[in-house]
Nanobody
Framework: QVQLVESGGGLVQPGGSLRLSCAAS????????MGWYRQAPGKQRELVAT?????????NYADSVKGRFTISRDSAKNTVYLQMNNLEPEQTAVYSC????????????WGQGTQVTVSS
């Protein structure tokens, strides 16, 4: 129903910035929720940010990234972005893109993930 491919991860110094991209194989205009999750070493996967299409677009962020990370949806490019600023070593994780909604038949879809490493 949809394939998701993440890109933009890599090695960055503390205080630096990265922008992750999630390219979808179909229109994302009507997909209810697009989101970013992450899994750090020894930790369970956690929600980072979501973008919902209700009310002209609603965003939600984990407390640990609020004010520093920004999720956005570019429907013309079938792409969701995660802008990450002022990165800290604690943000090191594999970041994955997620899509869910009734238009997808009730299933959840994931990308392959992209590694983000924050280190000197």
């Amino acid at each position: 129903q949809v394939q998701l491919v993440e890109s933009g991860g890599g090695l960055v110094q503390p205080g630096g910035s990265l922008r992750l991209s999630c390219a979808a194989s179909r229109s994302i205009f009507s997909i209810y929720v697009m989101g970013w999750y992450r899994q750090a070493p020894g930790k369970q996967r956690e929600l980072v940010a979501t973008h919902t299409i209700t009310r002209n677009g609603v965003t939600n962020y984990a407390d640990s990234v609020k004010g520093r990370f920004t999720i956005s949806r570019d429907s013309a490019k079938n792409t969701v972005y995660l802008q990450m600023n002022n990165l800290e070593p604690e943000q090191t994780a594999v970041y994955s893109c997620n899509a869910r909604g009734a238009i997808l038949g009730g299933g959840a879809y994931w990308g392959q993930g992209t590694q983000v490493t924050v280190s000197s």
